[in-house]
T-cell receptor
Framework: DTGVSQDPRHKITKRGQNVTFRCDPI?????LYWYRQTLGQGPEFLTY????????KSRLLSDRFSAERPKGSFSTLEIQRTEQGDSAMYLC????????????FGEGSWLTVV | DQQVKQNSPSLSVQEGRISILNCDYT??????FLWYKKYPAEGPTFLIS?????DKNEDGRFTVFLNKSAKHLSLHIVPSQPGDSAVYFC?????????????FGQGTILTVHP
């Protein structure tokens, strides 16, 4: 499978716990994006990387959220001290840079905070 | 501020007929538009895109039309098939380094009846 891969697909955690999601982009895609989707809404942009550099972060990304892409390949999204409002699907996507290049999404990681 | 709007939450059509999904945007900086299809518990799947320098792009059964003056785009599916039943999202992007930072609409649930 050469698509965008996310792990875990589902995570149930207690409020206050930390969680980490991993994303493996399509190989050779140097852009990687994180989005969040809640029920009934479209995906919302969180942050993106070009290679290992994090170029932009949404104001949705509070201080409890941190994303890394240490070697310009896979990325992790960590949520510290989870809150019930963090329950959502976290989507990773990747692409080549520049307009006209398709952005491919992974299957998402569902987070439920109880 | 909802910069991309899909005003029809749902659409129901008969198999073989045309499905028309609509999307409006407010940000005149958007210059690249995409349609994604999404099944429950899966990530969005890219369908078709259009650059602002065009007013139509066609790929098989899918055609996207862009009316820049009206800030409106539509996706036509002809003929519609039951397998097309899913949530459809339109998304928009501005040029430059922020390419890939997509702004999504809320989605339209398409149901195609046999």
């Amino acid at each position: 499978d050469t698509g965008v891969s996310q792990d875990p697909r589902h995570k149930i955690t207690k409020r206050g716990q930390n969680v980490t999601f991993r994303c493996d982009p399509i190989s050779e895609h140097n852009r990687l994006y994180w989005y969040r989707q809640t029920l009934g809404q479209g995906p919302e942009f969180l942050t993106y990387f070009q290679n290992e550099a994090q170029l932009e972060k949404s104001r949705l990304l509070s201080d409890r959220f941190s994303a890394e892409r240490p070697k310009g390949s896979f990325s992790t999204l960590e949520i510290q001290r989870t809150e019930q409002g963090d329950s959502a699907m976290y989507l990773c996507a990747s692409s080549y840079p520049g307009p006209g290049n398709t952005i491919y999404f992974g299957e998402g990681s569902w987070l439920t905070v109880v | 501020d909802q910069q991309v709007k899909q005003n029809s939450p749902s659409l129901s059509v008969q198999e073989g007929r045309i499905s028309i999904l609509n999307c409006d945007y407010t940000n005149s900086m958007f210059d690249y538009f995409l349609w994604y299809k999404k099944y429950p518990a899966e990530g969005p799947t890219f369908l078709i895109s259009i650059s602002s320098i065009k007013d139509k792009n066609e790929d098989g059964r899918f055609t996207v039309f862009l009316n820049k003056s009206a800030k409106h785009l539509s996706l036509h599916i002809v003929p519609s098939q039951p397998g097309d039943s899913a949530v459809y999202f339109c998304a928009a992007s501005a040029d430059g380094t922020s390419y890939g930072k997509l702004t999504f609409g809320q989605g339209t649930i398409l149901t195609v009846h046999p």
